[in-house]
């Protein structure tokens, strides 16, 4: 039995697995309590080599999908942004204008927690302003999408593809919690594997 976090009743859990194109094998599972409580996810299944894309974001290509894994990194270097995977983080299938409404959300929610320091402000409205400038064609943007897993895709030619090499991926964040077992002899070791 697990346990809603909610309300602590024994969740009803149902998992299936589904071929999705460019991702391959994905396993589906989708938890739900009587309370409301409701969580689904999708895990990839096949690990792949790792990846990086970089792609010029401007008003003509706003439309260019964008599939980010549980385990890829956004950046856009020239406003200093960066969204990495966490414990929670979900997989999703966007374009790169959603992308910059995503980041926009995040940026103005920003502004309103630290509406106190001016600094902090004005550098928010710089980059919501650079986001509104590259959406109406003035100004061009660098899109980077990284995944140590090789799970993620700029589906578009302008794309430049290339692979991580391992030294590189393994400095990414992963959105994986990794539990690692100290203190233990290798006999100890050997009998828990």
């Given at each position: 039995?697990?346990?809603?976090?909610?309300?602590?009743?024994?969740?009803?859990?149902?998992?299936?697995?589904?071929?999705?194109?460019?991702?391959?094998?994905?396993?589906?599972?989708?938890?739900?309590?009587?309370?409301g409580?409701?969580?689904?996810?999708?895990?990839v299944?096949?690990?792949?080599?790792?990846?990086?894309?970089?792609?010029?974001?401007?008003?003509?290509?706003?439309?260019?999908?964008?599939i980010?894994s549980?385990?890829?990194?956004?950046?856009?270097?020239?406003?200093?942004?960066?969204?990495?995977?966490g414990?929670?983080?979900?997989?999703?299938?966007?374009?790169?204008?959603g992308?910059?409404?995503?980041?926009?959300?995040?940026?103005?929610?920003?502004?309103?927690?630290?509406?106190?320091?001016?600094?902090?402000?004005?550098?928010?409205?710089?980059?919501?302003d650079r986001?509104?400038k590259?959406?109406?064609?003035?100004?061009?943007?660098?899109?980077?999408?990284?995944?140590?897993?090789?799970n993620?895709?700029?589906?578009?030619?302008?794309?430049?593809?290339?692979?991580?090499?391992?030294?590189?991926?393994?400095?990414?964040?992963?959105?994986?919690?990794?539990?690692?077992?100290?203190?233990?002899?290798?006999?100890?070791?050997?009998?828990?594997?």
């Open positions: 039995m697990i346990p809603c976090p909610s309300c602590g009743k024994e969740l009803k859990i149902i998992t299936t697995t589904y071929d999705v194109p460019f991702f391959g094998k994905v396993l589906l599972t989708s938890l739900s309590c009587d309370c409580f409701k969580h689904a996810d999708s895990i299944c096949n690990l792949k080599d790792p990846v990086r894309f970089k792609i010029k974001i401007n008003s003509g290509n706003l439309f260019t999908k964008v980010r549980t385990s890829g990194t956004i950046r856009i270097p020239e406003i200093g942004v960066d969204v990495e995977p414990p929670a983080s979900q997989a999703f299938i966007t374009n790169l204008e992308i910059l409404d995503r980041i926009a959300g995040i940026v103005e929610s920003a502004k309103r927690w630290n509406a106190e320091d001016d600094e902090k402000v004005e550098r928010c409205n710089w980059i919501l986001i509104r590259t959406i109406e064609g003035e100004d061009e943007l660098t899109l980077i999408l990284e995944d140590p897993f090789g993620s895709l700029i589906i578009s030619d302008k794309a430049f593809k290339e692979k991580m090499s391992e030294e590189e991926a393994s400095t990414l964040k992963t959105g994986m919690t990794v539990f690692e077992l100290t203190g233990l002899s290798d006999e100890e070791l050997e009998r828990i594997r």
